[in-house]
């Protein structure tokens, strides 16, 4: 027990902070921190805090939302392609190869204003339920960013499923499993279980995609950001605090992951 | 002068010269494939300098190494291309003026290689790495028995062996740098997408321009798998599978 304890003591977060030159470091960061934080103008961060929470609060949703609905998506994206009918599987190929060989900010414009452009020309779309959805921003927004998750997904999920032992879905087969019961019970739990830490590496590429909503009106961390520079004429200070923030969401992204593989680990 | 977009045909709009705007669309390609280049290339050096100091016995580097892969991986690009453009420069001048200096321009290309070069190190860090790591212990140990000099275990015995087990990941990374090279455009560089964005705006045709910029580049994407399909068997000939 008292071997423990002095284990951890030593590890925090796994890493091992009682060498010298890492106390030098610490220190040293510790010293910048409190130069940033003294010497340069922090005044505008009272006058934008109810904006600036709301906007990392967009992110947050917009990064969970997208990547839940793309990653449920994506379930039949990857299986089609491990035992799917041979014209689906290519379907399912070719929508992932078209999707991962293009610039996602490509995507979002062609969206916005590509599509954005064409829709006002269907006859009696302007009077239909759908039109104020199709004249804001953010339906385009998640459209896009959902359509990256599942063909990113679908590709890491057809490795995952095609990964997971035969035997055991055999033995699912042979108690009487129902092929969709196979599925949600075993095939599924156990390649995503198997892929949890590529799964959170994907969360945080999702998480640095989505500044680029930004760029179609949408104000999120990114944007809330640039109005401040704009507006204060501030140049480091707002993008030492936007790069913080997402330094901040990426490692709580990190610790989540971890949780989570710990607590479902390979037994 | 008013141009009639509206009556041309796609092969009118995509014409090379104006007023079609197909060569203003593989200029900006040009540009794009030229940053994607240059960026690859230094990220690459980036990173055989990163892996090669990671896997060394200096605690003080691997630490600092440490802090910058995570970092990068951490940090949105877009948010890396604002500190580049605006922050940097302002710091160099800065210290330049503190010294008496006058102060340096960076220009949009430079600024564009720094960013892609700066995000490639990162990850080509930790491809290599683990490339590296994958070499039997023993060929360098030999090579270390014959007294070979370290650079010349570097280019003789590592990278040569090294190479297979890396060019998968390596080719992911070029498909992330031609893709990232998009990012640029809004600081306004006009490569390839913002190439198609101005012609998009300024013909009103939005769709067929934004497409055609996807088509240029998901042709790039599916000529740079084949090419590293090919690559990655030619360096897998003679090499033992399962052993």
Not at chain 1, 59 to 76: K, Q, R
Not at chain 1, 192 to 219: D, F
Not at chain 2, 79 to 94: E, G, K, R, T
Not at chain 2, 96 to 122: H, K, P, R
């Amino acid at each position: 027990m008292g071997h423990e304890t002095a284990r951890k003591t030593r590890y925090l977060f796994g890493i091992r902070w009682l060498f010298p030159h890492r106390m030098i470091l610490l220190v040293l960061l510790c010293l910048l921190v409190f130069s940033l934080v003294t010497k340069l103008d922090w005044y505008w961060i009272a006058e934008y805090k109810s904006a600036i929470l709301s906007a990392v609060w967009k992110t947050i949703l917009l990064l969970v939302s997208t990547f839940i609905v793309g990653f449920i998506l994506a379930v039949p994206i990857g299986l089609v392609q491990v035992t799917g009918p041979r014209p689906l599987a290519m379907v399912a190929h070719s929508f992932c190869s078209i999707i991962r060989g293009t610039p996602l900010l490509l995507q979002i414009w062609i969206f916005y204003y590509g599509f954005g452009s064409v829709f006002p020309e269907i006859e009696g779309i302007r009077e239909s339920f759908i039109w104020p959805f199709l004249t804001s921003a953010w339906p385009y927004a998640f459209f896009a960013l959902t359509l990256s998750v599942m063909a990113y997904e679908g590709e890491v999920l057809r490795g995952a499923l095609s990964g997971v032992p035969k035997g055991e879905l055999e033995a699912a087969k042979a108690m009487g499993m129902k092929p969709f019961k196979i599925l949600t019970r075993i095939w599924l739990p156990r390649a995503i279980q198997r892929t949890l830490p590529i799964i959170g590496g994907e969360v945080i590429i999702q998480l640095k995609a989505t500044p680029l909503v930004a760029t179609i009106t949408i104000i999120d961390t990114y944007a809330i950001f640039s109005n401040i520079r704009l507006e204060t004429y501030i140049v480091y200070e707002p993008l030492l605090l936007m790069t913080l923030i997402y330094l901040i969401l990426a490692g709580a992204v990190t610790l989540i992951f971890t949780f989570l593989e710990r607590q479902y680990k390979n037994r | 002068m008013l141009i009639d977009y509206q009556s041309m045909s796609l092969w009118e709009l995509l014409a090379f010269n104006s007023p079609g705007w197909g060569g203003a669309l593989l200029s900006g390609l040009a540009l794009s494939l030229q940053i994607a280049v240059l960026g690859y290339f230094f990220g690459l050096i980036i990173g055989l300098f990163g892996a090669i100091g990671k896997l060394s016995q200096n605690l003080l580097l691997t630490d600092l190494l440490y802090c910058y892969t995570t970092a990068v991986r951490a940090i949105p690009e877009l948010v890396l291309i604002l500190l580049i453009y605006f922050a940097l420069p302002n710091v160099i001048n800065d210290v330049l003026y503190s010294f008496g200096f006058d102060g340096v321009e960076i220009n949009g290309f430079f600024a564009g290689v720094l960013v892609i070069a700066f995000v490639q190190g990162a990850y080509a860090t930790e491809v290599i790495r683990a490339s590296i790591a994958a070499i039997p212990k023993g060929q360098i140990e030999a090579a270390h028995a014959f007294a070979i000099p370290k650079y010349k275990i570097l280019y003789r015995i590592m990278i040569p062996s090294m190479i297979p087990h890396a060019l998968p990941g390596l080719s992911n990374l070029w498909l992330i740098a031609t893709k990232d090279t998009a990012l640029l455009a809004v600081v306004g560089l006009t490569e390839l997408t913002l190439a198609a964005k101005q012609a998009a705006g300024a013909s009103k045709q939005q769709l067929t321009f934004l497409l055609a910029a996807g088509a240029l580049y998901l042709l790039v994407s599916l000529l740079s798998e084949v090419l590293f399909k090919y690559l990655i068997k030619r360096t897998e000939k003679g090499q033992t599978h399962g052993s």
